[in-house]
C-alpha cells in the first residue's frame, strides 16, 4: 500500500495542503490515517478521491456540492467530466489514477483522445510531460512500485515511438543534424524520445544511439560522422557519474557543436559550462530552440 503525505498531496493534486485540510474538517471529503506517533498519511483511496474532486472543482463544481455525491454519483461525475472534458489537467490526473490502479485500457483511451482532439505534440507537451513529473515525484517518495512506473513510460514510450515512425522523411536542404544519446549508465529514454520526435517532426535529421552509450563510442561516432548538434539526457542519480565533468569533455571533443542535455540536475552549475552548452530543463526549452534555429 502507498502512502502519502500532504505535501505529496499538494504536489500531485495541485490543491494547496491547507485547503485539503479544510475540506477534510468542514466537509469530511477524506479522513487521514494516523501513524502509532500520530503523524497523518494517506493511501491511494484518498489520492484518488482528493484528484477526482480536484476534477470536479476545477470544472466549476463548488465543493459543498461535491461532498454530497456518494461514491458511485462522484465516479459517474467524473465519467462525464471526463468525456467532455479538453482540459490537460484533467486528464493528468485522470491518467495517473489509471497508472495507480495499472489500468491499461484507461491509460491508452486517454492518450489517445488526448491524440485526436489536441494533436501529439500538445499531447506530448501538455499531457505526457506533466504527467511524467507527477510519475517522477511518486517514484521519489516511494509511493509507486517499479512496475506502475515501467507501465506508465512503456506504454508513453510505444505511443513516441509509434507516432515518430508515422513522420515523413522529406529532405530538408536547410535541415541539421542532431545526435541523440543517453550517456553509460542512463536508461530512461523516455525525453530523449520526446526530443526525437520533436526533431523530426520540425524536418530536421537524426541519428539516434539511444540508451547507456560508452563516452568512447560517441567519439568514434563524431570521428565517422557530421552532426550539429549533440542531445543527451541524464535524470538518473548515479553517484559515480559526474554530469558535469562529462559535459565538459563532450564540450570539449566537439568544440565546433551545440551540446544540448535534459537534466533536473545542472541549474546550479551553468556558469561551469561552455559557451556551446545548453541546458533544457523543459520539453519547451527544446521546441523554443527548435523554432530559433529554422
Not at 126 to 131: A, Q, T
Not at 145 to 173: C, G, M, V
Request: with cysteine.
Amino acid at each position: 500500500m502507498a502512502v502519502y503525505s500532504i505535501k505529496e498531496l499538494e504536489k500531485l493534486s495541485g490543491i494547496k495542503a491547507h485547503t485539503i485540510r479544510i475540506w477534510e474538517k468542514r466537509y469530511g471529503l477524506i479522513e487521514p490515517h494516523r501513524t502509532n506517533t500520530n503523524i497523518r498519511y494517506y493511501t491511494d483511496d484518498e489520492l484518488k478521491k482528493i484528484l477526482n474532486v480536484a476534477v470536479l472543482n476545477r470544472h466549476g463544481i463548488k465543493i459543498s456540492n461535491i461532498a454530497r455525491l456518494s461514491d458511485l454519483e462522484l465516479k459517474e461525475e467524473i465519467i462525464r467530466v471526463s468525456v467532455s472534458s479538453s482540459s490537460h489537467n484533467t486528464l493528468v490526473d485522470s491518467l495517473v489514477i489509471a497508472l495507480i490502479d495499472m489500468d491499461e485500457y484507461k491509460f491508452e483511451a486517454i492518450i489517445d483522445k488526448s491524440i485526436s482532439n489536441s494533436g501529439l505534440k500538445t499531447t506530448l507537451i501538455e499531457v505526457l510531460y506533466p504527467l511524467l513529473d507527477k510519475v517522477g515525484i511518486l517514484w521519489q517518495s516511494g509511493d509507486i512500485y517499479p512496475a506502475q512506473e515501467h507501465f506508465a513510460t512503456n506504454l508513453i514510450r510505444q505511443k513516441i515511438i509509434a507516432a515518430t515512425d508515422r513522420i515523413s522523411n522529406t529532405f530538408n536542404p536547410k535541415g541539421k543534424k542532431f545526435l541523440l544519446l543517453l550517456p553509460e549508465g542512463e536508461w530512461h529514454e523516455i525525453a530523449l524520445l520526446f526530443a526525437q520526435y520533436l526533431i523530426k517532426e520540425a524536418n530536421h535529421e537524426v541519428l539516434y544511439l539511444g540508451q547507456s552509450v560508452p563516452y568512447r563510442d560517441v567519439l568514434a561516432t563524431g570521428a565517422s560522422k557530421q552532426f550539429d548538434f549533440v542531445v543527451i539526457s541524464s535524470t538518473t542519480a548515479q553517484p559515480e557519474f559526474d554530469r558535469l565533468v562529462y559535459l565538459k569533455d563532450l564540450g570539449g571533443a566537439f568544440p565546433d557543436k551545440k551540446i544540448l542535455c535534459f537534466s533536473s540536475f545542472l541549474s546550479d552549475k551553468l556558469s561551469e559550462l561552455s559557451s556551446n552548452h545548453f541546458h533544457l530543463r523543459y520539453i519547451e526549452d527544446l521546441t523554443n530552440f527548435l523554432d530559433a534555429i529554422s
